[in-house]
């Protein structure tokens, strides 16, 4: 009997392990895991565009920074242009990392209903080194002028980019070293 109540007891510690993993969690329940933690208005089309953002999270995992345009067609007909974002990772007043996000490329382009969302970065959180007060702080060092005609409909989103089929991040070239 009592060999039965550590089985028991393993097996539910267990269960609770397995249910908070990721992988779990990106696999059953997928609408509440891949939900933006954030997502406010950011126009990417004009130079010298600032937005910060306060970091607050969910699950222990890789998060991808990404455009959304509210068009399905630009996944499939737009021609992708330069442009680039100064990102500064901010935690208790000191700057932990810094550097310029990846120029958007097709391949890195996702379709979301009518939405096409351009991941131009990815990073973990918990953030190494970082306290409980971290923010991303991104200015538009190049313009993304192929999105002229959407200006002032862009956002800017925050979400998991973990995936379960993988195992690991969709977008691991994206992801800044630490």
Same mark, same amino acid.
């Given at each position: 009997?009592?060999g039965?109540?550590?089985?028991?007891i393993c097996? !539910?510690?267990?269960? !609770?392990?397995?249910?908070?993993t990721?992988?779990?969690?990106a696999?059953?329940?997928?609408?509440?895991f891949?939900?933006?933690?954030? +997502?406010?208005?950011?126009?990417?089309?004009r130079k *010298?565009?600032?937005?910060?953002?306060?970091? $607050?999270? $969910?699950?222990r995992t890789?998060?991808?920074?990404?455009?959304?345009?509210p068009? $399905?067609?630009l996944?499939?007909?737009? +021609? !992708?242009?330069?442009?680039?974002?100064?990102?500064?990772?901010? +935690?208790?007043?000191?700057i932990?990392? %810094? *550097?310029?996000t990846?120029?958007?490329?097709?391949?890195?382009?996702?379709?979301y209903?009518?939405?096409t969302?351009i991941?131009?970065? !990815?990073?973990?959180?918990?953030?190494?080194?970082?306290g409980?007060?971290?923010?991303? %702080?991104?200015?538009?060092?190049?313009p993304?002028?192929?999105?002229? %005609?959407?200006?002032?409909?862009i956002?800017?989103?925050?979400?998991?980019?973990?995936?379960?089929?993988?195992?690991?991040?969709?977008?691991e070239?994206? $992801?800044?070293?630490?």
């Amino acid at each position: 009997m009592k060999g039965f109540k550590i089985f028991l007891i393993c097996l !539910v510690f267990g269960g !609770v392990y397995f249910y908070n993993t990721n992988w779990f969690q990106a696999s059953f329940m997928s609408d509440r895991f891949h939900q933006d933690i954030f +997502s406010a208005p950011f126009d990417v089309t004009r130079k *010298g565009e600032v937005l910060s953002i306060p970091l $607050k999270y $969910k699950f222990r995992t890789c998060y991808s920074l990404a455009l959304a345009v509210p068009d $399905k067609n630009l996944y499939y007909d737009t +021609s !992708v242009g330069p442009g680039t974002l100064r990102y500064r990772f901010v +935690s208790k007043g000191q700057i932990i990392a %810094e *550097g310029l996000t990846f120029p958007p490329a097709r391949r890195h382009f996702a379709r979301y209903r009518e939405v096409t969302l351009i991941n131009i970065l !990815v990073f973990d959180l918990p953030f190494p080194g970082a306290g409980n007060d971290l923010s991303l %702080e991104l200015t538009v060092e190049t313009p993304m002028t192929f999105l002229n %005609e959407y200006s002032g409909k862009i956002n800017c989103s925050i979400r998991p980019n973990y995936s379960a089929k993988a195992g690991r991040c969709y977008d691991e070239e994206l $992801k800044i070293a630490y």
